[in-house]
């Protein structure tokens, strides 16, 4: 029978393969059994260790947030009183109210992205009108303020950068502001072209905020570039009533 | 002895599951034999075959609470644990010192030539294509024991049978193996 002769070929070689075990074997299973560990005590123990090693890391990562630090998070209606507004008009002026510095978020310097947004997302209506565009200087800082009349943008991005030229949006084509530094600022769910009607370039004249310049508004996104005579820190936060984004440059 | 042991064996495992040793090592002393005899086909190295049955038997009696079922579930709960630790051990040979198999005599017959070529075809094999063979063929294990030990359903455990043995010899069929 086939299988049978099979099977015996198979248990032959297989014969062949292992011999017997030696006879000592029994004799060493025996006495590693009578002095090996106890029924799975060492892997309990080992299993609750790492679970709490684990529970402490996950607990400090979460607490501590070492990674994923935003410092640059600015909330619209979190900032001062609606009453402190920036200064008005393109010409130097130093007579507007000016906020209380202590309220105000710090100054940051690196040359990331600073990210400004508000909370509720999607915005309702989808897209911000902007209706004023305004610059001043007070003492400690150059400040720009962007107005908008009916709700806020959906997100705010405000990145420095080492020098004044930009790239216009849709053309494509690269403008240079006076200055040797600058800041590019990106508005998201926001025009300009419904209810502004002020200047599109203006220069300041200003110690550190030499000039600023819108340098796209197109499918929702409005963008400014500011011309900087040095680079210098900023700090960006809202204001309410109206919604106002403000973007303040660090003078000397 | 087996016979013995095996009427003995709801004592012995209610003893070695309160944490008698020796209860335990007289469970699993028939065991041994075939334990050693797979994992020596497995690793085709007698020493490291008793090292793994070694090994293998303190993590039985370590898991010994993890055994479900009656006492016939002993056997292939213990085979599997057993290839198990002859995977683990594969894994580790690639540092460790290889020991060559012995050299064996040549005798030229022609049942040793047929035997020849089955042990050439057998080593061409994986472990893990051996398994099955050993189980069943060399083991006599039934069919539901085999797909216990490799831990699959016995359709699974048939397919891996007939697939291994039909790289033996190809002109097999599915009624000849079983």
Same mark, same amino acid.
């Given at each position: 029978?086939?299988?049978?002769?099979?099977?015996?070929? =198979?248990?032959?070689?297989?014969?062949?393969?292992?011999?017997?075990?030696?006879?000592? =074997?029994?004799?060493?299973?025996?006495?590693?059994?009578?002095?090996?560990?106890?029924?799975?005590?060492?892997?309990?123990?080992?299993?609750?260790?790492?679970?709490?090693?684990?529970?402490?890391?996950?607990?400090?990562?979460?607490?501590?947030?070492?990674?994923?630090?935003?410092?640059?998070?600015?909330? !619209?209606?979190?900032? !001062?009183?609606?009453?402190?507004?920036?200064?008005?008009?393109?010409? !130097?002026?130093?007579?507007?109210?000016?906020?209380?510095?202590?309220?105000?978020?710090?100054?940051?310097?690196?040359?990331?992205?600073?990210?400004?947004?508000?909370?509720?997302?999607?915005?309702?209506?989808?897209?911000?009108?902007?209706?004023?565009?305004?610059?001043?200087?007070?003492?400690?800082?150059?400040?720009?303020?962007?107005?908008?009349?009916?709700?806020?943008?959906?997100?705010?991005?405000?990145?420095?950068?080492?020098? !004044?030229?930009?790239?216009?949006?849709?053309?494509?084509?690269?403008?240079? =502001?006076?200055?040797?530094?600058?800041?590019?600022?990106?508005?998201?769910?926001?025009?300009?072209?419904?209810?502004?009607?002020?200047?599109?370039?203006?220069?300041?004249?200003?110690?550190?905020?030499?000039?600023?310049?819108?340098?796209?508004?197109?499918?929702?996104?409005?963008?400014?570039?500011?011309?900087?005579?040095?680079?210098?820190?900023?700090?960006?936060?809202?204001?309410?009533?109206?919604?106002? =984004?403000?973007?303040?440059?660090?003078?000397? | 002895?087996?016979?013995?042991?095996?009427?003995?064996?709801?004592?012995?495992?209610?003893?070695?599951?309160?944490?008698?040793?020796?209860?335990?090592?007289?469970?699993?002393?028939?065991?041994?034999?075939?334990?050693? #005899?797979?994992?020596? @086909?497995?690793?085709?190295?007698?020493?490291?075959?008793?090292?793994?049955?070694?090994?293998?038997? *303190?993590?039985?009696?370590?898991?010994?609470?993890?055994?479900?079922?009656?006492?016939?579930?002993?056997?292939?709960?213990?085979?599997?644990? /057993?290839?198990?630790?002859? #995977?683990?051990?594969? #894994?580790?040979?690639?540092?460790?010192?290889?020991?060559?198999?012995? *050299?064996?005599? /040549?005798?030229?017959?022609?049942?040793?030539?047929?035997?020849?070529?089955?042990?050439?075809?057998?080593?061409?094999?994986?472990?893990?294509?051996?398994?099955?063979? @050993?189980?069943?063929? $060399?083991?006599?294990?039934?069919?539901?024991? /085999?797909?216990?030990?490799?831990?699959?359903?016995?359709?699974?455990?048939?397919? &891996?049978? $007939? &697939?291994?043995?039909? &790289?033996? #010899?190809?002109?097999?069929?599915?009624?000849?193996?079983?």
């Amino acid at each position: 029978m086939p299988n049978e002769n099979f099977r015996r070929e =198979l248990g032959n070689v297989f014969d062949e393969m292992t011999g017997s075990p030696s006879s000592a =074997l029994p004799d060493r299973v025996r006495s590693s059994l009578a002095s090996g560990p106890e029924q799975r005590g060492p892997y309990w123990i080992a299993g609750v260790a790492a679970t709490l090693i684990a529970l402490v890391v996950i607990g400090v990562l979460f607490v501590g947030n070492p990674l994923n630090r935003q410092p640059n998070k600015i909330v !619209p209606g979190t900032g !001062p009183s609606p009453t402190a507004s920036a200064a008005a008009s393109p010409s !130097p002026s130093s007579s507007a109210q000016t906020t209380p510095d202590s309220s105000l978020p710090p100054f940051v310097c690196n040359s990331s992205t600073g990210f400004v947004t508000k909370a509720t997302t999607p915005p309702q209506p989808p897209v911000a009108f902007i209706d004023q565009v305004r610059v001043g200087t007070h003492a400690g800082y150059d400040r720009v303020t962007i107005e908008f009349n009916n709700t806020d943008p959906s997100q705010v991005d405000v990145t420095p950068q080492n020098s !004044p030229s930009f790239t216009q949006s849709p053309s494509g084509q690269s403008v240079t =502001l006076s200055g040797s530094a600058g800041v590019l600022i990106t508005i998201k769910g926001a025009d300009e072209h419904t209810a502004y009607s002020g200047s599109t370039d203006i220069k300041t004249g200003y110690s550190v905020l030499v000039e600023a310049r819108q340098v796209q508004d197109f499918e929702g996104t409005v963008q400014w570039g500011l011309g900087m005579s040095k680079p210098a820190c900023y700090r960006a936060f809202f204001l309410t009533n109206p919604t106002r =984004l403000v973007i303040d440059i660090q003078t000397p | 002895m087996l016979a013995a042991v095996m009427e003995q064996r709801p004592q012995l495992m209610q003893s070695a599951a309160a944490g008698d040793a020796d209860s335990f090592a007289v469970l699993i002393e028939p065991l041994l034999d075939p334990a050693y #005899r797979l994992a020596a @086909v497995m690793l085709d190295n007698r020493s490291s075959a008793e090292d793994a049955v070694q090994e293998a038997s *303190i993590k039985a009696w370590r898991k010994l609470r993890q055994l479900r079922g009656d006492a016939k579930s002993l056997r292939p709960w213990f085979l599997s644990i /057993v290839a198990n630790e002859c #995977r683990m051990a594969r #894994r580790q040979r690639w540092w460790s010192v290889v020991k060559l198999p012995e *050299i064996p005599s /040549v005798v030229s017959s022609p049942e040793h030539g047929a035997t020849s070529d089955l042990k050439a075809a057998l080593l061409k094999l994986s472990p893990e294509e051996r398994l099955p063979l @050993v189980l069943h063929f $060399y083991l006599d294990l039934p069919l539901d024991e /085999v797909a216990r030990a490799l831990r699959v359903s016995p359709a699974a455990a048939k397919s &891996r049978i $007939y &697939r291994a043995a039909k &790289r033996l #010899r190809s002109d097999l069929t599915q009624e000849e193996v079983f």
